[in-house]
C-alpha cells in the first residue's frame, strides 16, 4: 500500500493542476483591468462650428409712399395751484341784543396806574410801533401771499387792532406791547418779501 500512496504522488507532481491555473490568469487579468480599459480620449473643448448664413434674395419692389396720418395732440389741463389758506382768527359771535328797557353793567377794565411821562412815552411808542406795522402792511397791498405770509398779514392786523382796543380802554402798557408784536411781525413779513 505504500506503493500506490508513493505512485499518486508522483502522478500528482507530474500532471500539473491546470484548471486552477487558468482561474488564476483570468483573475489577474480582470483586477488589473487590461482587458477593460480603454484608451483615454480627448475632450471636446471651444468647438467652433462654421456657419455661412443664408441672406434672403432682395426682390426689386418699388416702396409706396408712406400713408398720410394726422396727428392730433391733446391739449394739457390747465394746472392750478391750490392755496391752503392760513387759518381764520377766532371771533367770538356777537352777544344776542338786550332789550331796550334793561340796564347794561359794564365791567370796568382794570389798568395799572401809570405815573404822567410814562403814559406819554407809551402813547408815543404805541403810536410809532403801529405806524410801522401798517407801512408795513402797506407793503404787501396787492401782492401774491404765501400761505406763511398770509398768516403773518392776519397776526399783525390781529395784534395792531388788539392795540388799539388797549388805547380806547386806557391801558398804554398792553397797547404798548401789542403794537410792538405788530411791529415786530410787520417787519419779518417784509423781510419775508
Not at 36 to 60: G, I, S
Not at 68 to 77: R, V
Not at 109 to 126: F, G, L
Not at 137 to 159: C, E, I, P
Amino acid at each position: 500500500m505504500a506503493e500506490i500512496g508513493t505512485v499518486r504522488q508522483m502522478s500528482a507532481t507530474k500532471q500539473p493542476n491546470w484548471s486552477w491555473l487558468t482561474l488564476l490568469c483570468v483573475c489577474v487579468l480582470c483586477i488589473a483591468g487590461c482587458y477593460t480599459r480603454r484608451a483615454p480620449t480627448k475632450p471636446v473643448v471651444n468647438f467652433v462650428a462654421p456657419v455661412h448664413p443664408v441672406l434672403p434674395q432682395m426682390k426689386n419692389t418699388a416702396l409706396s409712399s408712406p400713408p398720410d396720418f394726422e396727428a392730433t395732440i391733446p391739449e394739457a389741463p390747465e394746472i392750478v395751484e391750490e392755496r391752503a389758506q392760513p387759518a381764520k382768527p377766532h371771533v367770538p359771535a356777537p352777544a344776542a341784543p338786550e332789550p331796550a328797557g334793561a340796564e347794561k353793567h359794564v365791567q370796568p377794565t382794570i389798568a395799572p396806574e401809570v405815573p404822567t411821562e410814562e403814559m406819554i412815552a407809551a402813547k408815543v411808542q404805541t403810536q410809532h410801533s403801529l405806524d410801522i406795522a401798517e407801512k408795513g402792511l402797506g407793503m404787501v397791498q396787492g401782492k401774491n401771499l404765501n400761505a406763511t405770509q398770509q398768516d403773518l398779514v392776519s397776526k399783525v392786523r390781529g395784534f395792531a387792532d388788539n392795540a388799539r382796543e388797549a388805547m380806547r380802554n386806557g391801558d398804554w402798557e398792553r397797547a404798548k406791547n401789542l403794537a410792538k408784536k405788530a411791529e415786530v411781525l410787520s417787519e419779518e413779513l417784509a423781510a419775508g418779501l
